[in-house]
C-alpha cells in the first residue's frame, strides 16, 4: 500500500474516452481539459502554523477533477498511480 | 454535481452580446474586459492559519464579475463550466 | 449594484483635465502621474490570518488618488468604472 | 489636504543643493544617493495579521531620509510631492 | 553518524532494478519515475510560528517513494547516501 | 544626528588597509571579502506579526561585519556613512 | 572572537583529503560533493512570529555537513572561516 504525506494524494486516473458515443473522434483541443480520477490514498493533512493537522476535504474512493499535468506518475504493484497534492484537486464528482 | 474544493467556485460562463441593441458589433478591444458569469456550487471555504475555515463571499445563484482568462474549464453532463478561486471574482452584481 | 469582493473598490474615474485654467496643453510626461476617482463602493474587507475582518479604510463617495494602470475597467449600466484593490489607493483628497 | 493610506506617506522633495558653498558644481555620481524630505502627511499604519494596527514611526514634519526613485509623484493644490511608503525611509535626521 | 537537522532526512537510495522479471531492459523514459529509498535517520522536525517543533511523519527504516533529483549526495563510511527534505518524500511504502 | 528606520542601522565604514604589514599590495580577490564597520545608530526594532517589536542584535559602538555590496550610503555632516538592514550583518567582533 | 548574529553559524573548513588512502586523486565530480566543517560559534537564533527565539540546533564543536558554495568567506585573525546560516547546514556527524 502507498501511504501519501502530507496533503497529498494518491489517485488513479480515469482516462477520457477518445471517442464519442456515436464514434467520432474528439479533437486534441478538447483533450486539454483537466483529467478524471479516482483516489486510492489521502495523506494525514497540513499542518497549520497554529500546529494543528488540518485533514483533507477528499476521501479514500471520491471521484474527482484535477489539474492536468500535475503530480508524479508512480508504478506501484503494476498499477500506474499519479500523486498530487490536494491543491491540484479541483473538484469532486457527486 | 461538481463539488468545488476549498476557496474554489464553480461558474457558468454568460455569453457577452456582441451586437449592441442596435445591431452593431463591438469591436474586439470592447471584449476584452472581465466576463459574468452565474455562480453553480462553492467550495466550503478557505482555511486560515489559525485553523478556521473561512467560508466564500459568494453563494450559488450569485451573477458575478470575474477575470477573464482566469480559471480552469470544465465540461460536466454536457455543461460547460468553469472553476475559478474566488479570488479571481472581482464583484457581485445585485 | 456593482458590490466588490474583499479588499476591491469600485471607482469613477476622475478625468484629469487636458489643459490649463489658461487653455495650455500639458505634456504627455504630466500625464503619466496617478488618477483621481471617486469611491463607488467598497468590498467587506480583507481577512487577517487571525479569521477577523478588516474593514476598509475608504467609503463610497471618498475623492481618492490612485496608481495609474492598477485594477480592471468594467462598463457597468453603461457606465465606465474601475475596480481595484484598497492597496493600489495611494491617498484620500479630503 | 491629503491622507496616505495604510503605511504610506505623503512628503516634500527637499532639492539637494546642486553646487557647495564655494559654488563648485558637484559631479553627478554624487547626486545618485538617497534624497531628503520633509513628511507633510502620515497614513494610519499598517495591520498586523494579528488585527492590531502598528502606527508609523514618523510624523509630520520629521525631516527624513529616502530611497531615490521611491514612491509616487503627485501634484496637488500646485505642490509637487511624494507618496512612499514608510519602508522607503532609511532614517530620520535629529 | 549522520544526524540531519531540522525536516531533513537521510536516505539510502534503492536503485531500481533495470530489466523486468523475464529480463527485458526498461526503456530510459520508465527511468524517470521517482526513486525508492529507505530512511537512514531524521531530523528533529520543523519549527513552527507558533513555536513548536512538528515532527516528522517518517521514521528510520521507513521505506519511501521521493522526487527524482531532490536532495544532496554525501558519502559516509563509504556509503553513498542522499540527504533530503521531508517534503520531497511523495509517500511511505507499507 | 540619524536615526534610523525599523531594523536599519547606521554604520561607519572601516576601510580595509590595502596593504600588509611588510608594505604588500593584497590582490583584489581578497578585497572581495565582506566590510567590517562600527555601528553608529540604530533603529528601534522590526515589528513581528504578534504586534511587540523585537529590539537589535547589535548596539553603537559595535564592531561588526557585513555583507559587502549592501546597504544605502549617505553623506551625513559630511561623514560618509552607510545605512543597512540588521540582516546585512554577518557577525560582531568581540 | 566573532559572534554570529540571528541564525548564522561560523565554521572552520574542513578540507577534503584529495587523495584516498591508496594515493589515488579522486575525480572532480566526487569533489563537488558537500563539505564539512567544524562549528566554532554560532548565533543567538531565529526569531519566530511569536516573538519567541528559537536556539540553534547546532552547537560549538559539532562536526557538521554543508551545502558547499554557501556562506560568506571571512578571515579573522588570520584564520580562514566561513558564515552560514543554519539552513544551510545538512546534518551533524557523531
Known amino acids: 500500500m502507498l501511504k501519501p504525506l502530507g496533503d497529498r494524494v494518491v489517485i488513479e ?3 477520457a474516452e477518445e471517442k464519442t458515443a456515436s464514434g467520432i473522434v474528439l479533437p ?4 486539454e481539459k483537466p ?3 479516482k483516489v486510492v490514498a489521502v495523506g494525514t493533512g497540513r ?5 494543528t493537522k ?3 476535504e477528499v476521501a479514500e474512493g471520491d471521484h474527482i477533477i ?3 499535468y ?3 506518475e508512480v508504478t506501484f504493484d503494476g498499477q500506474d498511480l499519479l500523486i498530487i497534492r490536494e491543491n491540484d484537486i479541483l473538484a469532486v464528482v457527486k
Open 28 to 31: 486534441d483541443s478538447a483533450k
Open 54 to 56: 488540518e485533514p483533507l
Open 70 to 72: 500535475s503530480g508524479t
Open 13 to 15: 486516473v480515469l482516462e
Open 35 to 37: 483529467q478524471e480520477g
Open 66 to 68: 484535477f489539474s492536468k
Open 47 to 51: 499542518v497549520l502554523d497554529n500546529g
